[in-house]
């Protein structure tokens, strides 16, 4: 189920293969950014579904999510948007990557591996849909694992 690339990835880096098994098989929307999620009282409803997989990589939708918010989307969607809050609000960012950690017994580098792993998967389903966003989601990919490299443990 792992593209080439990603599979370069993963032998070049620190992360088991049964590691990121373990966030396959499930609901994965595919392009799951601010924009296509909408508040109604007590419910969350969300829209634009044609890219969702029942049997997708989980962090492949929680990547999208926080790098759309990021971003401004959906009214900018920019990476220099998403530069200056990564920078800005870097204690608001690592602290969700903690929240994530911690719900899924992760410890945060692996997190932080497995939302690139996400963000690469977002570039693969972007190549295959032939979608216009797919420079965004190579450039955000490229920013974030800068981002990654800085702040993994030991070099925050």
């Not at 792992?2 to 088991?16: A, G, P, W, Y």
Request: proline residues 1%; hydrophobic residues 40%.
């Amino acid at each position: 189920a792992f593209d080439k690339s990603i599979l370069k990835f993963i032998d070049k880096n620190i992360i088991s293969k049964k590691l990121i098994l373990n966030f396959y098989g499930f609901y994965e929307h595919g392009d799951f950014v601010l924009s296509n999620v909408r508040f109604n009282k007590n419910k969350v409803e969300i829209y634009d579904k044609e890219e969702s997989n029942n049997n997708g990589f989980l962090f492949t939708d929680i990547s999208t999510f926080l790098i759309s918010f990021l971003s401004g989307e959906p009214l900018m969607n920019k990476i220099w948007i998403f530069k200056f809050m990564l920078y800005f609000r870097k204690k608001w960012f690592l602290s969700c990557i903690n929240t994530i950690s911690q719900n899924l017994s992760l410890n945060q580098d692996d997190t932080m591996l497995l939302i690139y792993l996400g963000l690469m998967n977002k570039i693969d389903i972007s190549k295959k849909n032939n979608e216009t966003s797919i420079h965004f989601w190579i450039k955000a990919s490229d920013v974030y694992f800068k981002f990654y490299k800085k702040n993994k443990h030991g070099n925050s």
